[in-house]
């Protein structure tokens, strides 16, 4: 019986586009809404949580691959991008322990000189105007 049913959904399943790393979102977004569906004055939540789930299963059942592809490389470059901001800060916050980061005052060019070298000439590198500075 149980081998039956599995065969069953396996070829119900042949050709459909199944989960990804986008419908694994709109479920946590789908999630949220019904949490928050659960306050008094928030009610409309509800429903966009149950559209959500709808619009989830619509992907996963689609036979239109190329499409949800596209999506879910669409989500992907916007998660990487929001990511990404987060661990540039991170980096920079681990650089400022070793070197200071200053910008040139003609050309805004970001330079790092070591920490600890007291009062320095610093030259550009991409422009190359001089300035005093405190290491």
Not at 2 to 15: E, H, I, L, V
Not at 37 to 45: G, I, N, T, V
Request: proline share 4%; net charge positive.
């Amino acid at each position: 019986m149980w081998n039956r049913f599995r065969y069953k959904m396996a070829t119900f399943m042949q050709g459909r586009y199944g989960s990804d790393n986008f419908s694994r979102f709109l479920l946590g977004v789908a999630v949220f809404f019904l949490i928050l569906s659960w306050f008094p004055r928030l009610y409309l939540f509800g429903p966009l949580a149950f559209a959500v789930l709808i619009y989830i299963y619509f992907r996963m059942l689609s036979r239109n691959v190329a499409a949800r592809y596209r999506e879910n490389q669409w989500y992907l470059a916007r998660k990487a991008s929001f990511l990404g901001f987060f661990k540039n800060y991170r980096y920079n916050a681990s650089q400022r322990k070793i070197y200071h980061i200053y910008r040139c005052p003609k050309c805004r060019q970001k330079i790092r000189i070591p920490r600890g070298k007291g009062h320095i000439m610093v030259r550009c590198p991409k422009c190359g105007t001089e300035f005093k500075k405190n290491s």
